[in-house]
């Protein structure tokens, strides 16, 4: 290939790399497996006979969502090993490396909360509903990408929104809403504040801890506002001081990033439902936070 060509073939790729880029991350959860998923776009894209390419996003974005659903399936086996709950890596999303999120669809299928919710999806309910109602294609486009027949993907989708409904509720806050509840529950567990605490959080409430085994965090979920809060007064509370807490955007939603006196950090993110909280997503694996503490 002349340097012409690839030069050429290259741009192609940079122009949508944003949305290709928010596609395999919705899939998958995670950003360094999105960007694997690019680069082996890129290598196919730049051995194809693009002159037989008429619509560059659409071959790309078949090849980005057929890598990603390859990769779904593949680490189903490594997820039974993984310590701990799992949780999505946070992306910082301000500036989003995804390009504008000025739908609620958009911040919606890119948060934390929803992202653990795709995991229960088979990878085909996951790539037809992140395709429809994050990227609004239409049926007919999202079988094309999937060699699957429109009716079929309309089947998925509802599937998979019927198997996401009940728990979909329960993270209708907006952003304003989250930061206020987030700002008030860290200040409540540091004072040590459990009726304050306990008051925040509704009482069929989870708390998810992912340290990957490789720091300290919760090997299973904590349920119920009261355990919650015993849990997070116990961890950030007065007998703990020294931890300091910066706010930020993760996944298109107020977050804090949390430093502790040992050096070790973690996110902390909320979702929330008719003023009290509702799910509490702690993030602590290293390997997902480096593009969030450097």
């Not at 659409?58 to 680490?75: F, H, I």
């Not at 904590?222 to 961890?235: P, S």
Request: aromatic residues 6%; glycine residues 8%; positive net charge.
């Amino acid at each position: 290939m002349t340097s012409a060509g690839a030069t050429q073939a290259a741009g192609a790729l940079i122009a949508h790399r944003p949305m290709l880029l928010g596609l395999a991350y919705r899939l998958l959860g995670s950003l360094h497996d999105a960007e694997d998923v690019l680069q082996e776009a890129y290598l196919r894209w730049l051995n194809v006979d693009r002159a037989a390419v008429s619509e560059p996003r659409r071959y790309l974005s078949r090849v980005v969502t057929r890598l990603s659903l390859d990769r779904l399936r593949a680490r189903q086996a490594t997820r039974e090993k993984y310590v701990g709950p799992w949780l999505p890596e946070p992306v910082p999303t301000d500036p989003s490396p995804f390009g504008p999120l000025d739908t609620v669809e958009q911040r919606e299928t890119l948060s934390t909360a929803l992202l653990q919710l795709l995991e229960r999806l088979t990878p085909p309910e996951r790539a037809v509903y992140v395709l429809h109602t994050a990227f609004a294609l239409p049926y007919a486009e999202i079988g094309d990408l999937l060699d699957r027949s429109a009716a079929d993907c309309r089947q998925l989708h509802h599937r998979a929104a019927a198997r996401l409904a009940d728990d979909r509720r329960r993270f209708t806050a907006g952003p304003a809403e989250q930061r206020r509840l987030l700002d008030a529950f860290l200040a409540a567990a540091r004072d040590g504040d459990l009726a304050r605490l306990t008051d925040l959080v509704a009482a069929d409430a989870t708390a998810w801890a992912d340290g990957g085994g490789r720091v300290s965090a919760a090997r299973n979920p904590v349920h119920g506002a009261d355990r919650i809060a015993r849990f997070f007064a116990g961890v950030y509370g007065p007998r703990r001081p020294g931890v300091t807490a910066t706010p930020v955007e993760l996944n298109g939603a107020p977050a804090l990033l949390l430093r502790l006196p040992t050096g070790v950090h973690y996110t902390l993110a909320v979702a929330a439902a008719d003023g009290r909280i509702t799910g509490v997503y702690l993030v602590g694996n290293p390997d997902k936070l480096i593009r969030v503490s450097g």
